[in-house]
T-cell receptor
Framework: DAKTTQPTSMDCAEGRAANLPCNHS???????VYWYRQIHSQGPQYIIH???NNETNEMASLIITEDRKSSTLILPHATLRDTAVYYC?????????????FGKGTKLSVKP | DVKVTQSSRYLVKRTGEKVFLECVQD?????MFWYRQDPGLGLRLIYF???????EKGDIPEGYSVSREKKERFSLILESASTNQTSMYLC?????????????FGSGTQLSVL
């Protein structure tokens, strides 16, 4: 599975959009982009995933560039409860799911 | 919502003790996983299971064993606990199939081995 690069930390004002970038320049054509987050002292939580097209659900939007070498997770109206570490992962769909490599992620701090 | 329940939130054991960490999921998921999470090392896979009575080694199985006698329950066993097994242990489950493979995690068990 391809590696990802994320900023170590980011700040966001409460109520504003949080845009979290992820670089995955070695992504293969059959690899999906997954996002999870981990709130302090809890287990990781699935947010969203996509292959080529942009995706949106009740939690967030995922924007994948046309060349698929990078993506952005968007939390449209960040709240204090969105403070967490956000992990971007790329993996082959149908591959061994247990081998998700979480990396260090981006620590998002939402401030009042 | 899927619920993955880990039996203990905090656990303190002594070196050499046999330790059982229990995990139960309520959504009839085929796949279950045990990870440990340590500062600076991220999540590392210990063992996983794709079916009852079936188990596969992950990246760091040494010192651990698992048991899956029922579909909903996946137990992690530390045969003889050591101080380097002090860690946060996370259980996860998922449904089999492609295109919709989301892992659902429990809240974790913080194990301290003294």
């Amino acid at each position: 599975d391809a590696k990802t690069t994320q900023p170590t930390s980011m700040d966001c004002a409460e109520g504003r959009a949080a845009n979290l970038p992820c670089n995955h320049s070695t992504i293969s054509g059959n690899e999906y982009v997954y996002w999870y987050r981990q709130i302090h002292s809890q287990g990781p939580q699935y947010i969203i995933h996509g292959l080529k097209n942009n995706e949106t659900n009740e939690m967030a939007s995922l924007i994948i560039t046309e060349d698929r070498k990078s993506s952005t997770l968007i939390l449209p109206h960040a709240t204090l409860r969105d403070t967490a570490v956000y992990y971007c992962i790329v993996r082959v769909d149908g591959g061994s799911q247990g081998n998700l490599i979480f990396g260090k992620g981006t620590k998002l701090s939402v401030k009042p | 919502d899927v619920k993955v329940t880990q039996s203990s939130r905090y656990l303190v054991k002594r070196t050499g003790e046999k330790v059982f960490l229990e995990c139960v999921q309520d959504m009839d998921h085929e796949n279950m996983f045990w990870y440990r999470q340590d500062p600076g090392l991220g999540l590392r896979l210990i063992y996983f299971s794709y079916d009852v009575k079936m188990k596969e080694k992950g990246d760091i199985p040494e010192g651990y064993s698992v048991s899956r006698e029922k579909k909903e329950r996946f137990s992690l066993i530390l045969e003889s606990a050591s101080t380097n097994q002090t860690s946060m242990y996370l259980c996860a489950s998922s449904i089999s199939g492609t295109g919709n493979e989301k892992l659902f995690f429990g809240s974790g068990t913080q194990l301290s081995v003294l």
